[in-house]
């Protein structure tokens, strides 16, 4: 219901926007998110948005370098992934949660099946 789309190869200092489009429902009252994961890491929140767009919140790494945004008429979020890094390198997942919205893993019910973003130095 949740397809991720948009990774690559990137070289540092390059940009992409992944994008997440739903279907099967319509997830304009939910809370969204996009989480990566590295190998042997955990999955971890790189940007979170509430059901309006109205607030978004980041993590520190990512801060003034990624955007998270959304066209609830298109059912689509979307993340502009600026100033890349080689430690972003991941696979990156956009979720939905109609329990509220932030960076907390557990609070998200749906999932996509993640694109993968590399980042070469």
């Known amino acids: 219901q949740l397809q991720a789309s948009g990774g690559g190869l990137v070289q540092a200092g390059g940009s992409l926007r992944l994008s997440c489009a739903a279907s099967?429902?319509?997830?304009?009252?939910?809370?969204m998110a996009w989480f990566r994961q590295a190998p042997g890491k955990e999955r971890e929140a790189v940007a979170a948005?509430?059901?309006?767009?109205?607030?978004?919140s980041y993590p520190d790494s990512v801060k003034g370098r990624f955007t998270i945004s959304r066209d609830n008429a298109k059912n689509t979020v979307y993340l502009q992934m600026n100033s890349l890094r080689p430690e972003d390198t991941a696979v990156y997942y956009c979720?939905?949660?109609?329990?509220?919205?932030?960076?907390?893993?557990?609070?998200?019910?749906?999932w996509g099946q993640g694109t993968q973003v590399t980042v070469s130095s």
């Open positions: 099967g429902r319509t997830f304009s009252n939910y809370g």
């Open positions: 979720a939905a949660s109609a329990r509220g919205w932030g960076r907390s893993r557990q609070i998200y019910d749906y």
């Open positions: 948005i509430t059901w309006s767009g109205g607030s978004t």
